[in-house]
């Protein structure tokens, strides 16, 4: 079964870090980019970020540049989100896509 797996999300005070992971069963992430999104409650979701297939190219959001830095493992079939420096506006519900295949979201809280 193919599953995409976040994990990581969590409350956060204001200028705090997080790490997210997503780790996927059922399939090899080594011929996929992939992307992180995030929906906040009554917005659209956005992505923050991608990686390409070698991790060689990565790409940011303007909101996220210089904070967030994507990477993945291909190893652990793994891929990561450190967040650094976080915004209330960064509140949100995190998903990792890859292909067509959404995982189920982890939920980041910013807030003092």
């Known amino acids: 079964q193919l599953q995409l797996v976040e994990s990581g999300g969590g409350l956060v005070q204001p200028g705090g870090s997080l790490r997210l992971s997503c780790a996927a069963s059922g399939f090899t992430l080594d011929y996929y980019s992939i992307g992180w999104f995030r929906q906040a409650p009554g917005k659209e979701r956005e992505e923050v970020s991608c990686?390409?297939?070698?991790?060689?190219?990565?790409n940011y959001a303007d909101s996220v540049k210089g904070r967030f830095t994507i990477s993945r493992d291909n190893a652990k079939n793994t891929v990561y989100l450190q967040m650094n420096s976080l915004k209330p506006e960064d509140t949100a519900v995190y998903y990792c896509?890859?292909?067509?295949?959404w995982g189920q979201g982890t939920q980041v809280t910013v807030s003092s």
């Open positions: 896509r890859v292909g067509v295949y």
């Open positions: 990686i390409s297939v070698s991790g060689g190219s990565t």
